[in-house]
């Protein structure tokens, strides 16, 4: 099966290709995240992507979009619904219209390794997608491997970030620490 599989960074992508391998599935990585911001972020996590699939022998696709002011555009009236109303639709989306487009029959993400993701929500966006562009998402929920591929990639000294890719993100996980110290 030919398989596209969006891909956020090195370190997510450990669990979901090494599993994927063990079905004797080889995923294209792709890669599209015009909402990892500030520009230095989101040059670390390609070039470390980069690296890493060079690495392992797997092929690679560069989307490039550093896309700061569509992204803040197209967030700042929803920003706690962000991720399931811009960032799942304009990242997936962008992976399905080229899987169509290029003759892949599947597409995942490697989003479905994290459990600070919104999984049913990144589910149905997948689905909608698969739907709409007559090719098949292939879900498999990753979560089970996370810790697993983090320390992997830990070993190997590869770049692992502290937040999820966008500035609130970014935001959000400074929050939650300053609350938790003060408990």
Same mark, same amino acid.
């Given at each position: 099966?030919?398989?596209?599989?969006?891909?956020?960074?090195?370190?997510?992508?450990?669990?979901?290709?090494?599993?994927?391998?063990?079905?004797?599935?080889?995923?294209?990585?792709?890669?599209?995240?015009?909402?990892?911001?500030?520009?230095?972020?989101?040059?670390?996590?390609?070039?470390?992507?980069?690296?890493?699939?060079?690495?392992?022998?797997?092929?690679?696709?560069? +989307?490039?979009?550093?896309?700061?002011?569509?992204?803040? +555009?197209?967030?700042?009236?929803?920003?706690?619904?962000?991720?399931?109303?811009?960032?799942?639709?304009?990242?997936?989306?962008?992976?399905?219209?080229?899987?169509?487009?290029?003759?892949?029959? #599947?597409?995942?993400?490697?989003?479905?390794?994290?459990?600070?993701?919104?999984?049913?929500?990144?589910?149905?966006?997948?689905?909608?997608? #698969?739907?709409? #562009?007559?090719?098949?998402?292939?879900?498999?929920?990753?979560?089970?491997?996370?810790?697993?591929?983090?320390?992997?990639?830990?070993?190997?000294?590869?770049?692992?970030?502290?937040?999820?890719?966008?500035?609130?993100?970014?935001?959000?996980?400074?929050?939650?620490?300053?609350?938790?110290?003060?408990?």
């Amino acid at each position: 099966m030919k398989v596209l599989m969006h891909t956020c960074c090195a370190p997510c992508s450990i669990y979901c290709i090494d599993s994927l391998r063990a079905e004797n599935i080889e995923p294209t990585l792709f890669w599209y995240n015009p909402n990892i911001h500030p520009y230095i972020e989101y040059k670390t996590r390609r070039d470390c992507l980069k690296e890493y699939a060079e690495t392992i022998g797997a092929k690679l696709i560069l +989307q490039e979009e550093y896309g700061l002011d569509e992204f803040c +555009q197209n967030v700042v009236g929803d920003l706690k619904n962000r991720c399931v109303n811009y960032c799942y639709p304009k990242r997936l989306g962008e992976t399905v219209r080229y899987a169509a487009e290029n003759g892949y029959e #599947a597409f995942t993400t490697t989003l479905l390794v994290s459990p600070y993701q919104k999984h049913a929500e990144l589910q149905k966006v997948c689905e909608k997608l #698969a739907k709409e #562009a007559g090719i098949q998402f292939l879900y498999r929920d990753f979560r089970v491997g996370f810790r697993a591929g983090q320390e992997k990639a830990r070993t190997l000294g590869l770049y692992r970030q502290k937040y999820c890719g966008c500035i609130f993100s970014e935001e959000d996980r400074y929050k939650k620490q300053i609350t938790r110290k003060k408990h």
